[in-house]
């Protein structure tokens, strides 16, 4: 059988599947690193470490291609969203990659925010301004090393440092990628004029942006390792959240795709560029004609494994605190405790910012709590009600998405979280939709694998995929719990804003 392989390069592992043209997925291969959590605010991967796990995962699945008799005609890529990393010349990494995670940049957003300034920034790039995104984190170095910025040659992101390891390319980056970095303006295809001038760089430091399905070839020394022919092409591919979306089959109309890992998001696929008026989606490419807008949360199975460890004392593999789609076998025994709890856990309500939170309101410094705690509470309570917080916040997402007027009619869900019943039904309940469970927990990699037959002419039609990716039968909300969680949702933003003013001060008292 000929297949694509479809590389995937995430913040904690890099995982490969090769995927025959009919949708069969097979030769699964990944590698896990850690995340570099050197001081409070910053979160930093090894950019050797990343190249080498392309490369590994590479070599690891055209082996297994190999011993099954098929023929690897194509590698197909995706990788993390707003990551940044100063580059030489030739596109080697002079420094840490400084991830989506990282939080250092929180005055400079804040201050654009400040200045009236966000909201174009955010209609013309679709990127909200937030420390996440490579905008804010330029402005940072811009403020913090001026120097260091002014003598560095290229900027790029996970998707350059990787194509320079893999391809014989020049320096390029996707359509789909650029349009994460809020620097690139998504209506006039250009590098953004006042976003440069606020990063401190030129069009110069920046990669050329070509489609995502554009091609090139292997490098020699990587196609002699992988045991390929020279010619195999590379597709440049597009980023994860994008080919998640694709990876679960979510490109008709009234489909949405749900990611449930450390974080979470919300997204479905329309036809153009598209900003909500009010400023709380982002938008981000898939291929020319299909963008991929939704909301991410920055608090999902994290905050289950905080409640793990803070509530049981039990820290988890190593694996799994690695490996964002990890299930854990102290997460699935205290998410079944949970589940013996009904729904609205008995009054208590749960604001799971741990870190923050992205959509739909991007405010980095939101901090979490719990409302309506007694004695009659324990563990298993807090537990549903933090599932119960998470699945509320994208069912704001979702509610944004009838306000734009975003029709919604299934939702197919991937990750390590919704391999929990519990998480599943209150999505379900939450969202007031049928969620179907996607059959391979490697959506992102088959989604690059997908896109890769599309450029290469054999997949024509994106909505196809959806016939080729398997999903469960659909788990349908329940009435009673989607009639509770509607009217808790209120309560929601009242108690966020309620509460603002007294974090706050303690942070004004204490420091943190």
């Known amino acids: 059988m000929d297949v694509i392989v479809g590389i995937d390069t995430g913040t904690t592992a890099t995982k490969a599947v090769a995927l025959g043209a009919a949708g069969e997925p097979r030769a699964p291969a990944s590698v896990a690193y850690p995340l570099s959590v050197p001081a409070a605010g910053r979160a930093e991967l090894e950019p050797d470490g990343l190249r080498d796990a392309a490369i590994h995962t590479l070599v690891d699945a055209a082996r297994q291609s190999r011993q099954r008799g098929d023929r690897v005609v194509a590698v197909s890529l995706s990788a993390f969203l707003h990551g940044l990393v100063p580059m030489d010349p030739v596109g080697r990494p002079l420094g840490p990659m400084i991830t989506w995670a990282d939080g250092r940049a929180a005055a400079q957003s804040a201050a654009l925010v400040a200045a009236g300034r966000a909201g174009a920034l955010h209609a013309r790039t679709g990127t909200p301004v937030h420390p996440m995104s490579p905008l804010a984190k330029l402005a940072w170095w811009r403020d913090t090393h001026p120097a260091t910025l002014r003598d560095t040659p290229r900027w790029g992101g996970v998707k350059e440092l990787v194509l320079a390891a893999l391809a014989d390319a020049p320096f390029v980056v996707d359509l789909s990628a650029a349009s994460g970095t809020g620097l690139y303006d998504i209506h006039q295809r250009r590098w953004d004029p006042e976003a440069l001038e606020i990063a401190g760089v030129r069009p110069a430091h920046l990669a050329e942006v070509v489609p995502t399905t554009a091609r090139f070839t292997l490098r ?152 309506g705690l007694g004695r009659e509470h324990g563990r298993a309570h807090l537990v549903r009600a933090a599932v119960e917080g998470v699945c509320q916040q994208l069912a704001l997402v979702r509610d944004t998405f009838a306000d734009e007027g975003i029709a919604v009619a299934e939702v197919r869900a991937t990750g390590g979280a919704v391999a929990s019943a519990l998480w599943v039904d209150v999505l379900a309940a939450a969202l007031d939709l049928p969620v179907a469970v996607a059959g391979t927990r490697e959506g992102t990699a088959l989604g690059a694998a997908l896109l890769g037959w599309h450029a290469l002419g054999t997949l024509p039609d994106l909505d196809h995929a959806g016939a080729l990716v398997g999903v469960g039968e659909p788990t349908r909300p329940d009435p009673d719990a989607a009639a509770l969680y509607r009217r808790m949702r209120p309560l929601v933003e009242r108690a966020v804003h309620a509460v603002t003013d007294v974090h706050t001060e303690l942070r004004g008292l204490t420091g943190r």
Not at 226 to 251: E, K, N, Q, R, S
Not at 256 to 263: E, I, K, P
Not at 312 to 340: I, K
């Open 220 to 371: 020699p020394d990587i196609a002699a390792a992988a045991g390929l022919p020279a010619t195999t092409p590379v597709i440049v591919g597009a980023t994860d959240g994008p080919l998640a979306t694709l990876g679960v089959g979510a490109t008709a109309p009234g489909v949405a795709a749900v990611s449930l890992g450390t974080s979470g998001a919300l997204r479905t696929v329309v036809g153009a560029p598209t900003v909500d008026r009010a400023g709380r989606l982002f938008c981000y490419a898939l291929t020319t004609d299909r963008w991929v807008v939704g909301g991410a949360v920055n608090n999902a199975g994290s905050v289950v494994r905080w409640a793990r460890q803070t509530f049981t004392g039990y820290p988890g593999t190593d694996r799994a605190e690695m490996d964002p789609l990890g299930a854990d076998v102290g997460d699935a025994a205290l998410l079944a405790e949970a589940g013996r709890v009904p729904a609205g856990s008995d009054g208590l309500l749960c604001l799971p910012y741990l870190l923050g939170e992205r959509a739909p309101w991007w405010r980095p410094g939101l901090r979490g709590a719990y409302l």
